[in-house]
């Protein structure tokens, strides 16, 4: 089972930035995709980004220009830099890993960080 936990959340004015991090318990070399979701009250989950292991990156268009997910393997890290903040980025930002080649269906969360974009 791997363990994901998401870190770098926080209060910030609208135009700031934040880094979130998601740090895993066991390389994520072998995840086909990790991503970041949000989820703000009375609202779905949505995707924010995503980057596959082949390197593609894909972004939902109201962060597109804003955000930019990277991964680092070697320190097992996935990040998201958020800038030029705006208050309906506020939500719970979880972090997601799914599918590796010998285990397809694999899919880990982690327990979310809160982003709070004021006014």
């Known amino acids: 089972q791997v363990q994901l936990v998401e870190s770098g959340g926080g209060l910030v004015q609208a135009g700031g930035s934040l880094r979130l991090s998601c740090l895993a318990s066991?390389?994520?070399?072998?995840?086909?995709?990790m991503g970041w979701y949000r989820q703000a009250p009375g609202k779905q989950r949505e995707l924010v980004a995503r980057i596959f292991r082949g390197g593609n990156i894909g972004y939902v268009e109201s962060v597109k220009g804003r955000f930019t997910i990277s991964r680092d393997n070697a320190k097992r890290t996935v990040y998201l830099q958020m800038s030029s903040l705006k208050p309906e980025d506020t939500a719970v930002y979880y972090c997601?890993?799914?599918?590796?080649?010998?285990?397809?269906?694999?899919?880990?969360w982690g327990q979310g960080t809160q982003v709070t974009v004021s006014t």
């Open positions: 997601n890993a799914r599918g590796t080649p010998l285990r397809p269906a694999d899919d880990y």
């Open positions: 066991e390389s994520i070399f072998s995840f086909e995709v």
